[in-house]
């Protein structure tokens, strides 16, 4: 089952920021966290992944606790295209044949009105 | 850079043929392989896990003999749907990671929507 637990849904004005969150409390010390989207009918798109650092890219920002029991994704200035699900997972590793899953929950569906 | 194709985007065919589906990593080597399933306003389910040149790793509840995966080279892996039926009818989607340090990020393909008749 997903250890994470994330709103069904939101909605976000065009032009303002997204803010997503993400709780997973029990996350483990080396487990990291990460974010995929999908817009209907698509494979999912990787956005971006964290251990404890915030982290930066193209596409968002991540901001993760102190005590790594929560995170939140940013985008900055959400289009009609940021219209999807968006996933967070935490990773989990698994110790027979050393391979890892991506357990994908229910996500939050991010409207992005005009 | 990381692109992962995914063919066919869409099959119907007839239930009892045998469907295969190519998923390709084009700008990188990907020493793991994933196939997913999504049924409608379902999650992803993860099917089974592939490194290049091994036996896949199949989820519970999940038919090998069902569903071949080969993985044969560090950019290809085949989704073989056998004697497909109208209950194997899904939305299709596999993802790649290279190797390297272990918290690359999986890479998805954009899905094929197989339905059987």
């Known amino acids: 089952d997903a250890k994470t637990t994330q709103p069904t849904s939101m909605d976000c004005a065009e032009g303002r920021a997204a803010n997503l969150p993400c709780n997973h409390s029990t996350i483990s010390g080396n487990e990291y966290v990460y974010w995929y989207r999908q817009i209907h009918s698509q494979g999912p798109q990787y956005i971006i992944h964290g251990l404890k650092n915030n982290e930066t890219n193209e596409m968002a920002s991540l901001i993760i606790t102190e005590d790594r029991k929560s995170s939140t994704l940013i985008l900055p200035h959400a289009t009609l295209r940021d219209t999807a699900v968006y996933y967070c997972i935490v990773r989990v590793h698994r110790s027979q044949g050393g391979s890892e899953k991506l357990v994908f929950g229910k996500g939050t569906k991010l409207t992005v009105n005009p | 850079g990381a692109v992962v194709s995914q063919h066919p985007s869409w099959v119907i065919c007839k239930s009892g043929t045998s469907v295969k589906i190519e998923c390709r990593s084009l700008d990188f080597q990907a020493t793991t392989m994933f196939w997913y399933r999504q049924f409608p306003k379902q999650s992803l389910m993860l099917m089974a896990t592939?490194?290049?040149?091994?036996?896949?790793?199949?989820e519970q509840g999940v038919e090998k003999d069902k569903f071949l995966i080969n993985h044969a080279s560090l950019t290809l892996s085949t989704l073989t749907v056998t004697s497909a039926h109208p209950e194997d009818s899904s939305f299709y989607i596999c993802?790649?990671?290279?190797?390297?340090?272990?918290?690359?990020?999986?890479?998805f393909g954009d899905g094929t929507r197989l339905s059987i008749l």
């Open positions: 592939s490194n290049e040149g091994s036996k896949a790793t199949y």
């Open positions: 993802s790649a990671r290279s190797g390297g340090r272990g918290n690359q990020p999986q890479h």
